[in-house]
């Protein structure tokens, strides 16, 4: 029994540290394959993270390359744009200085066009596109790119069309202004015309019609363009209102010449002409010979002159058929004053013979015979033609009755003007044998405005019946 219990012991001791042996190899089996759930979970994170991250960069990357086409998109469009104003703003360039009310927005212009030309690499021109193997941040800086050029092509675009639309806008306000001014002259000589003729026409109905016309012209004078009516229309309505306004004149200056039973286109006419008057003196001689020769003149009087005195003089020419015209107010050289000076030399003697009784005959003639641009203006915006002459009698000169009549008779052609200055006593008595030499040699003498055919045209020089100077010319013509 003892060994029996020995032996036992010593198998259950055995059995023992087996069971023991085995539970620590469990124990070593169970940590070595713990790890695995953990490496596959690790590897599933992975797995996600790497599909995640791969879906953000295709997200991101569709996303940067919406973002630069849509800015490719904006920068074309601008160039467009910006090619649209700069063809603009190059025909407007072919505007000068001269077409346009104010200058300075033409060298603005010609600035803004000379500095807004962009290369085709400031409009983005080569530029790569959206497309290809690229990082987002490459396409989101090709964006950025592109909504830089965008952006120099707008600003340009807007500086070019800005500069582009003032010289059009100084052109089209230029071309209402010359069109008012054109106007306005017609309208200052038509109205002078009104007045002459009245009780010289054989038909009263062209001196209403051209009443009616100046009516119509003095509103569009004054006229404003608006945003219903740009000033291009309203400068186009001008120049018909201008066409209609010269035909209403012409028909009263026919009228004119039927009344008068004088037509200078089929009679040889000349003109005598007097200056520097009135003289309190030889003036009125020289209109009672006049009267009694039964031959109608052109007195210019310098307004300076006119006195209270000469009123029955001046007022008497209306009723003889006379002409008064302007010779300035105190006698000057016009061609050395400026504008405004020359303005108020003709309007203070305008009003200096209306004053007196008096009839304004829209005749101007410079002291001296001396005109330049500035006089020619002046003149055509006080609604007066300039007359100068052909046939001098050099009366100033010899003051010789004699010499006088030999020099005007013998000088003598149709179509003359005769320049003599009522002033001198020998001129007043060369009168008779001028006149009664003249007419034997078959002239018929008249008036300037019957030789000029009823209505001078403002702002023109005459020298004769068809010998002109246009309005801004500088060449005589004949006509």
Same mark, same amino acid.
């Given at each position: 029994?003892?060994?029996?219990?020995?032996?036992?012991?010593?198998?259950?001791?055995?059995? $023992?540290?087996?069971?023991?042996?085995?539970?620590?190899?469990?124990?070593?089996?169970?940590?070595?394959?713990?790890?695995?759930?953990?490496?596959?979970?690790?590897?599933?994170?992975?797995?996600?993270?790497?599909?995640?991250?791969? *879906?953000?960069?295709?997200?991101?990357?569709?996303?940067?390359?919406?973002?630069?086409?849509?800015?490719?998109?904006?920068?074309?469009?601008?160039?467009?744009?910006?090619?649209?104003?700069?063809?603009?703003?190059?025909?407007?360039?072919?505007?000068?200085?001269?077409? %346009?009310?104010?200058?300075?927005?033409?060298?603005?212009?010609?600035?803004?066009?000379?500095?807004?030309?962009?290369?085709?690499?400031?409009?983005?021109?080569?530029?790569?596109?959206?497309?290809?193997?690229?990082?987002?941040?490459?396409?989101?800086?090709?964006?950025?790119?592109?909504?830089?050029?965008?952006?120099?092509?707008?600003?340009?675009?807007?500086?070019?069309?800005?500069?582009?639309?003032? %010289?059009?806008?100084?052109?089209?306000?230029?071309?209402?202004?010359?069109?008012?001014?054109?106007? $306005?002259?017609?309208?200052?000589?038509?109205?002078?015309?009104?007045?002459?003729?009245?009780?010289?026409?054989?038909?009263?109905?062209?001196?209403?019609?051209?009443?009616?016309?100046?009516?119509?012209?003095?509103?569009?004078?004054?006229?404003?363009? *608006?945003?219903?009516?740009?000033?291009?229309?309203?400068?186009?309505?001008?120049?018909?209102?201008?066409?209609?306004?010269?035909?209403?004149?012409?028909?009263?200056?026919?009228?004119?010449?039927?009344?008068?039973?004088?037509?200078?286109?089929?009679?040889?006419?000349?003109?005598?002409?007097?200056?520097?008057?009135?003289?309190?003196?030889?003036?009125?001689?020289?209109?009672?010979?006049?009267?009694?020769?039964?031959?109608?003149?052109?007195?210019?009087?310098?307004?300076?002159?006119?006195?209270?005195?000469?009123?029955?003089?001046?007022?008497?020419?209306?009723?003889?058929?006379?002409?008064?015209?302007?010779?300035?107010?105190?006698?000057?050289?016009?061609?050395?004053?400026?504008?405004?000076?020359?303005?108020?030399?003709?309007?203070?003697?305008?009003?200096?013979?209306?004053?007196?009784?008096? %009839?304004?005959? $829209?005749?101007?003639?410079?002291?001296?015979?001396?005109?330049?641009?500035?006089?020619?203006?002046?003149?055509?915006?006080?609604?007066?033609?300039?007359?100068?002459?052909?046939?001098?009698?050099?009366?100033?000169?010899?003051?010789?009755?004699?010499?006088?009549?030999?020099?005007?008779?013998?000088?003598?052609?149709?179509?003359?003007?005769?320049?003599?200055?009522?002033?001198?006593?020998?001129?007043?008595?060369?009168?008779?044998?001028?006149?009664?030499?003249?007419?034997?040699?078959?002239?018929?003498?008249?008036?300037?405005?019957?030789?000029?055919? $009823?209505?001078?045209?403002?702002?023109?020089?005459?020298?004769?019946?068809?010998?002109?100077?246009?309005?801004?010319?500088?060449?005589?013509?004949?006509?």
């Amino acid at each position: 029994m003892g060994k029996t219990d020995g032996t036992s012991g010593t198998v259950n001791g055995s059995n $023992g540290a087996l069971d023991e042996g085995l539970d620590v190899l469990a124990s070593v089996r169970f940590r070595r394959r713990r790890p695995w759930p953990i490496v596959l979970v690790c590897m599933v994170c992975v797995v996600a993270l790497v599909a995640g991250g791969l *879906t953000w960069m295709h997200v991101a990357y569709v996303a940067a390359q919406s973002d630069c086409e849509s800015a490719i998109s904006r920068r074309d469009s601008a160039v467009v744009v910006y090619r649209r104003a700069l063809t603009k703003a190059t025909s407007a360039s072919s505007i000068t200085a001269d077409d %346009v009310k104010d200058a300075s927005v033409v060298t603005a212009l010609g600035k803004a066009v000379s500095s807004g030309r962009l290369s085709s690499s400031q409009l983005g021109g080569g530029s790569p596109g959206c497309t290809g193997r690229v990082m987002p941040d490459r396409l989101r800086e090709r964006a950025r790119a592109a909504d830089r050029s965008s952006a120099r092509a707008r600003s340009s675009a807007r500086a070019l069309a800005s500069a582009a639309q003032k %010289v059009i806008a100084s052109r089209d306000a230029k071309t209402l202004s010359d069109a008012q001014s054109d106007l $306005g002259t017609l309208v200052a000589s038509a109205n002078k015309l009104l007045d002459y003729s009245k009780g010289q026409v054989s038909d009263d109905a062209t001196r209403t019609a051209l009443s009616d016309a100046i009516a119509r012209a003095t509103l569009l004078v004054s006229e404003h363009s *608006t945003a219903s009516r740009s000033a291009t229309s309203l400068a186009s309505t001008c120049r018909e209102q201008y066409t209609a306004l010269e035909k209403a004149i012409a028909d009263v200056s026919d009228s004119i010449t039927d009344q008068s039973g004088v037509d200078c286109d089929k009679l040889k006419c000349i003109a005598l002409t007097f200056d520097d008057g009135p003289d309190s003196s030889s003036d009125a001689t020289i209109r009672d010979e006049l009267e009694r020769l039964k031959v109608k003149a052109t007195f210019f009087m310098i307004g300076n002159t006119i006195t209270s005195s000469d009123d029955s003089v001046i007022a008497r020419d209306a009723k003889d058929g006379n002409l008064d015209g302007n010779h300035s107010w105190s006698h000057p050289n016009l061609t050395d004053l400026e504008a405004d000076d020359v303005e108020s030399q003709l309007v203070k003697t305008d009003r200096a013979i209306t004053d007196a009784g008096g %009839v304004l005959s $829209g005749l101007v003639r410079p002291p001296y015979g001396s005109w330049n641009d500035t006089v020619r203006n002046q003149a055509a915006a006080n609604g007066d033609a300039i007359i100068l002459w052909n046939i001098d009698s050099e009366d100033w000169k010899n003051r010789d009755a004699t010499t006088t009549t030999t020099r005007v008779v013998k000088s003598a052609r149709a179509g003359s003007i005769v320049l003599m200055h009522s002033i001198y006593q020998s001129t007043a008595d060369a009168l008779p044998d001028i006149v009664n030499q003249l007419r034997a040699k078959g002239f018929t003498l008249v008036t300037v405005t019957q030789l000029l055919g $009823g209505s001078p045209k403002p702002g023109w020089v005459y020298y004769g019946q068809h010998d002109m100077i246009h309005l801004g010319q500088t060449k005589q013509v004949e006509e």
